[in-house]
C-alpha cells in the first residue's frame, strides 16, 4: 500500500471541509485553536509511519486519551473495571447526569465522561500517579519523551470543570468512586490535557492493532482486553454519532473535543487524525469524512 499517496489524496478530497464546523469553546483554551487546522498519519503495525497536512503538530487530545487509560486499568486490573461501569451507548451527550440518576451511579461506558472518571479513580488507586503513569507509559511507547501535559489547558479545563466534579460527586455518593473527588478530577482534566501529534497518538495506540501487544514485543492486553477496548470503541467512541460513524466508516475510533479522532484497522494500522471544527456531537467534520473516505479507497473496515 502506498500510504503517502493514499493519504495525500484523503486530504485532497476533505479540503473542501476543513474549517467547516465548530471549534470547542466550552473550555476557554480551545477556543483559540485555528480552525483550519488539519493532520492525519498511519502508524502501521511493522513500524512505519506516514502522514499527511499539520500531522507533526501537537494539540490537545481530550477524550482520546481515555482509550489510553482504559487500557492501563485494564492491563494493572483484569476484568475488576467492569463492575463499576458498563460497556452499552449512553445515546446522550457526553456529559450527561440523566442515566447516572437512573442507573444508580454506574456510568453506561467509560468513554463517556463519568465512565472515565471511575476508571481514572480506578488507575488512581492501581498507579497513585494516575496521569503520571498515563504520561511514562505514552512517552515509552512513541520514544518521545517531550510528549507533556498543557498546564494551561488542565487549569483552564478546572476552572470550567463543574459538570464533570457534578458527576464524580453523585457516583461517589452512590460510593462508584474510592478516591477523594478533587484527587480524581485533577487527574482525569490533567489526561485530557495532554499534547500530542497525530504521529504521536497514532503510534502509542498501534497495540490496539497487535491485539494488545507493545511495539517492543512485550503484551499490555491479553487479546480478549484488546478486543474489547475496540469493541467498546466502535459502539461508544464517537459520543450519542457512534452509530451513523460505525455506519460511514467501520472502524472503531475514539474522538475528542479538540478536534483529534483515533482509529484502529486490526491487524493493519492505526490512524489519528484531526481537525478542530466539530458537529454538533462533538466530533470532527473534516476528520469523521476524512476517515470515511479512507475505508471507502481501502476497503479496509472490521466488516
Not at 482504559?70 to 460497556?87: E, H, I, N
Not at 478542530?276 to 470532527?284: A, E, T, V, Y
Amino acid at each position: 500500500m502506498d500510504y503517502q499517496t493514499l493519504l495525500d489524496n484523503v486530504a485532497a478530497e476533505v479540503a473542501p471541509l476543513v474549517g467547516t464546523g465548530t471549534v470547542a469553546d466550552y473550555i476557554p483554551a480551545l477556543a483559540g485553536v485555528d480552525p483550519m487546522s488539519f493532520g492525519m498519519a498511519i502508524a502501521d503495525v511493522d513500524g512505519g509511519v506516514h502522514g499527511v497536512g499539520q500531522w507533526r503538530q501537537a494539540f490537545s487530545v481530550q477524550s482520546i486519551s481515555k482509550v489510553f487509560s482504559l487500557a492501563m486499568t485494564l492491563s494493572r486490573d483484569g476484568q475488576t473495571l467492569w463492575k463499576s461501569v458498563g460497556r452499552e451507548p449512553s445515546g446522550n451527550p457526553f456529559n450527561s447526569l440523566v442515566q447516572l440518576e437512573r442507573e444508580n451511579g454506574v456510568p453506561r461506558n467509560p468513554l463517556i465522561n463519568a465512565g472515565a472518571l471511575v476508571v481514572t479513580d480506578h488507575l488512581v488507586g492501581l498507579a497513585g500517579d494516575a496521569s503520571g503513569a498515563l504520561l511514562d507509559f505514552l512517552r515509552s511507547e512513541t520514544g518521545v519523551h517531550t510528549i507533556a501535559i498543557d498546564q494551561d489547558m488542565a487549569a483552564s479545563e478546572a476552572a470550567h470543570g463543574d459538570r464533570n466534579a457534578s458527576l464524580a460527586h453523585f457516583m461517589r455518593s452512590y460510593g462508584n468512586l474510592r478516591n477523594p473527588v478533587p484527587t480524581v478530577l485533577e487527574h482525569y482534566f490533567r489526561q485530557c490535557s495532554l499534547a500530542m501529534s497525530c504521529e504521536e497518538v497514532a503510534v502509542a495506540a498501534t497495540f490496539l492493532a497487535r491485539h494488545g501487544e507493545l511495539r517492543d514485543g512485550r503484551r499490555l492486553l491479553t487479546r480478549s482486553e484488546a478486543k474489547q477496548i475496540n469493541a467498546v470503541m466502535l459502539t461508544c467512541g464517537t459520543y450519542d454519532a457512534a452509530g451513523d460513524f460505525a455506519y460511514r466508516v467501520g472502524l472503531p475510533a475514539k474522538s475528542g473535543v479538540g478536534g483529534g479522532i483515533l482509529a484502529v484497522i486490526p491487524r493493519r494500522c492505526t490512524i489519528c487524525v484531526w481537525s478542530p471544527g466539530l458537529d454538533i456531537q462533538g466530533n470532527s467534520v473534516a476528520g469523521a469524512a476524512a476517515l470515511d473516505v479512507f475505508t471507502t479507497m481501502t476497503g479496509w473496515s472490521i466488516f
